[in-house]
């Protein structure tokens, strides 16, 4: 057997730069300096720059350079952490972080592409470029992502915590001084749930605190920081302040968060005044509910496109008498899932056999069973309104009279 080789590449330490899997030796003291120097005034060229970068992404340049400079990285930071608060509360963290790296990409490309008269001593600048650079993004990327992240915590718990006060009908000027947040007249009541984009490989099977931060971060981007909410993987709460979202662009809001956050999100919206909130809610998610169960598509839904569908639902004597009329199907859940696809589908024949992978004369077929079965043929009116609200009830309420 082989004696083991004792050339093996040594394990790559913080702060240092590796070539061919092996610590590069240390620049001389002078190519850091140099190398220091070259860096902070490609940085000023870049910041100064304004066709390239906003006010965010020269501010965080400008502040670059001074952590370059300082004796110390850490004399600058507390700085660049009341910066990326900021950056963070104008949703601005993301484009920072972009910048940067591009900047410093930018910067190594044009010294490792430079002349020099010597090409030892280049490569000593290169190499003390190289790991200046490391550092800088090490520490100022830590930084601000660290700051953005305690700045969203901060903020979602205060928004969590007055929500859930505002549900439990606490008083608003108490919620108000406690939380210190800003609580409108009228709200418009989402009720949320997500599920993975099937159309991006890969997000099925990402971490359920991932796809929370996601939908959050998409939230508060795109309706402001006067939203209140409570959502997790799966969905939640929000409240939307009417004076700030127009009715008219809710459904357009949820399209942009759901890709954002890349998600499917079904969501149902009722408006309601500050002291009608815990009703709304319980209202809105109670329509999302039907929305489920009915297996409806992925969007927006009001009260005035699933009021016929909530009113079949609430205690009546009419509510037994429907669940009895798909009683004869409940040994048969082809014909059932039939049914439901073929209301879905617009009574179209060819696509619910695509959807149920059919052949048309198969869905005829079941059909004509359905309507031996039960004596409501969903060609016919008004056979198909007692078939459709039969169905609603039965998806809604299966277990219930």
Not at 106 to 121: P, Y
Request: hydrophobic fraction near 45%; proline fraction near 4%; include cysteine.
């Amino acid at each position: 057997m082989s004696e083991p080789t004792t050339d093996h590449p040594a394990r790559r330490l913080r702060g240092v730069l590796a070539v061919a899997d092996r610590p590069a030796p240390a620049a001389p003291a002078d190519a850091r300096d140099t190398a220091r120097a070259m860096i902070g005034r490609l940085l000023a060229r870049i910041a100064a720059d304004t066709t390239r970068a906003g006010d965010a992404e020269r501010d965080c340049l400008r502040l670059a350079s001074e952590i370059l400079h300082a004796p110390s990285p850490h004399d600058c930071t507390a700085r660049l952490e009341d910066a990326a608060r900021t950056w963070a509360r104008d949703g601005m963290s993301i484009d920072v972080v972009n910048a940067l790296h591009a900047a410093a990409q930018e910067v190594l490309n044009r010294i490792g592409q430079g002349d020099a008269t010597s090409a030892h001593r280049h490569y000593d600048v290169v190499v003390a470029a190289a790991t200046l650079v490391g550092d800088l993004l090490d520490t100022m990327s830590t930084t601000i992502i660290g700051a953005c992240v305690r700045q969203f915590d901060r903020a979602e718990d205060g928004n969590e915590a007055a929500l859930s006060a505002l549900l439990e009908g606490q008083p608003v000027s108490e919620i108000v001084a406690r939380y210190g947040v800003t609580i409108a007249e009228r709200y418009r009541v989402l009720a949320l749930a997500t599920q993975p984009d099937r159309h991006r490989d890969g997000d099925e099977v990402i971490g359920k605190d991932l796809r929370a931060q996601r939908l959050r971060h998409a939230l508060a981007e795109r309706a402001g920081g006067a939203t209140l909410s409570k959502l997790s993987a799966t969905g939640g709460t929000a409240l939307l302040p009417a004076t700030e979202v127009a009715a008219t662009g809710v459904e357009h809001l949820i399209a942009e968060i759901g890709r954002a956050a890349h998600l499917s999100i079904s969501a149902t919206v009722v408006e309601a005044s500050i002291t009608d909130i815990a009703g709304a809610a319980e209202r809105a998610h109670e329509l999302l509910d039907i929305v489920e169960r009915l297996e409806l598509p992925c969007g927006l839904y009001g009260f005035d496109e699933l009021a016929l569908e909530y009113q079949l639902t609430r205690p009546g004597p009419a509510l037994a008498h429907l669940r009895a009329l798909l009683a004869p199907l409940d040994g048969h859940p082809e014909l059932l899932a039939t049914l439901r696809c073929h209301i879905a589908a617009g009574l179209n024949r060819r696509r619910t056999g695509k959807t149920l992978n059919l052949h048309p004369n198969t869905v005829d077929y079941r059909l004509r069973r359905i309507a031996e079965l039960t004596g409501f043929h969903a060609h016919r009116y008004p056979d198909l309104w007692y078939l459709r609200s039969a169905l609603v009830v039965h998806s809604v309420r299966p277990h219930r009279d």
